[in-house]
């Protein structure tokens, strides 16, 4: 008996103005207006994609003082978009980071219930946290919550005001408020009294049509995944290789037991990157052109500062590494998530560039490439859905290089050769995102 081959998820991630963009080319066009948005959402349903996903940031990225990465904060707020794309699609998913460390959360249930109201049940949350003041000094109150160790269990017990802590009552909170009202359409009163937050009242919207909005988590570490496991729906993340990608599937995975889950109630989603060619060896040629275009020297010496916190503009892009140390509490960045600790960091790269004797450009081009599938479009086919059949994704959310076209090559040359290898739909069978995730209605609890 054949047993048939395990159905992949597709999710469309739409790209900013950063090093993953070649925002210069002739072809990109506008992050702001709403037909670019419109563009990428339509080729994301025409590939009968899952959802679309838009990231976002609270504060515009500072270097040394001066502004110089619009990326996801320089365009709308996510909800706004996804409300209007609502109108102009008809069942891809439709999913926003919205940050829990500064929204409330009966303002966000009730953004969220709404659009998932207007689009009949395609409405997503990725849930995402803040903590550093720099971002804080955009809203009233300024301040932050700190980052030290967050307990293996999330949830189990009251743990102190952190932002994952707080995610995850604000999580819980938001789903006693989509709850308050009893499927048949009867309002009832909440009452929600936790560490991070006291609400009561009524919820002003019905109960969504798909329940409750997915839930999705960004993270890799220990706590993020830990929260994954805990509450989300699907996580987003990165890996780099098919080894670490199933290692990274079955850490998370394995954790779901000890919350009374089963294993499909948490899809695994890495972002990732691509480049077609006509040929194997032509979409190599691409890719590294491509990544040239991305890490200019310019671009190479501020991934440089990132990491080590001090001024190396004395620095050739095309010579070695710093000898000194990075400075691990450095304000030189603010804005930017940091990519681990600075001098973790600066062994490894130092590491990867004495064994390939890698400039500064060549080893940031190297260490901070995306997970990308390079090829034909049947050979990047055939990596997806062996990435999928190995325990390594559920799936995959693409990060295009090029806004808004990067997705059309993908959807017209991929698509249907996945459909062909009988492990990608080839017609939409619900109406709701949790339809298409596999995902069931969460059970009503009154």
């Known amino acids: 008996m054949t047993t048939a081959p395990k159905q992949l998820h597709l999710a469309a991630h739409f790209p900013g103005v950063n090093n993953t963009t070649v925002w210069a080319d002739p072809r990109s066009g506008s992050q702001i207006d709403f037909s670019s948005f419109e563009h990428l959402a339509r080729t994301a349903e025409r590939g009968l994609f899952d959802f679309f996903f838009l990231a976002e940031g609270l504060r515009l990225r500072e270097h040394n003082g001066l502004i110089h990465d619009l990326d996801v904060v320089g365009r709308p707020e996510s909800l706004t978009v996804l409300n209007a794309l609502a109108a102009v699609t008809e069942r891809l998913g439709l999913a926003a980071t919205v940050n829990a460390t500064f929204n409330e959360p009966f303002e966000l249930a009730r953004r969220l219930a709404t659009l998932d109201h207007l689009s009949e049940g395609r409405a997503g949350w990725n849930v995402v946290t803040s903590s550093d003041a720099f971002t804080g000094e955009n809203f009233r109150r300024g301040g932050y919550l700190d980052r030290p160790a967050i307990p293996q269990v999330l949830g189990s017990a009251r743990t102190g005001g952190t932002p994952l802590t707080r995610a995850a009552e604000f999580v819980a909170t938001a789903r006693e408020l989509w709850d308050s009202w009893t499927p048949d359409g009867?309002?009832?009163?909440?009452a929600h009294h936790g560490e991070h937050f006291c609400v009561e009242g009524e919820f002003t919207l019905p109960r969504c049509p798909q329940g409750h909005p997915v839930v999705i988590q960004a993270g890799d570490s220990a706590e993020g995944r830990e929260f994954a496991a805990s509450a989300a729906d699907v996580i987003f993340t990165r890996h780099g290789t098919l080894e670490a990608g199933r290692a990274f599937y079955a850490d998370v995975k394995g954790r779901l037991a000890k919350y009374g889950r089963e294993p499909d109630e948490l899809k695994i989603m890495p972002g990732v990157g691509f480049v077609l060619g006509d040929t194997d060896a032509e979409a190599r040629e691409k890719a590294a052109a491509l990544r040239l275009q991305q890490v200019s020297p310019q671009n190479a010496m501020l991934a440089l500062e990132q990491v080590w916190g001090r001024d190396l503009s004395s620095?050739?892009?095309?010579?070695p590494l710093p000898e000194a140390d990075p400075v691990p509490d450095s304000?030189?960045?603010q804005g930017r998530v940091r990519l681990g600790d600075p001098l973790a960091v600066a062994a490894r790269w130092r590491a990867l560039s004495r064994q390939k004797g890698l400039s500064i450009r060549q080893t940031v081009i190297e260490a901070t490439t995306r997970q990308s599938f390079v090829g034909s479009p049947g050979t990047v086919a055939a990596e997806l859905a062996e990435f999928v059949a190995a325990g390594a994704a559920d799936g995959f959310i693409l990060v295009p290089n090029l806004t808004p076209g990067g997705l059309d090559d993908f959807v017209d040359r991929v698509v249907p050769l996945l459909q062909e290898r009988g492990v990608f739909?080839?017609?939409?069978?619900?109406?709701?995102?949790?339809?298409?995730?596999?995902?069931a209605e969460p059970v009503w609890k009154g």
């Open 425 to 439: 739909r080839s017609a939409y069978t619900g109406s709701t995102l949790r339809s298409h995730l596999g995902l």
């Open 186 to 190: 009867t309002p009832r009163p909440f």
């Open 331 to 333: 304000e030189l960045v």
């Open 315 to 319: 620095y050739d892009p095309d010579g």
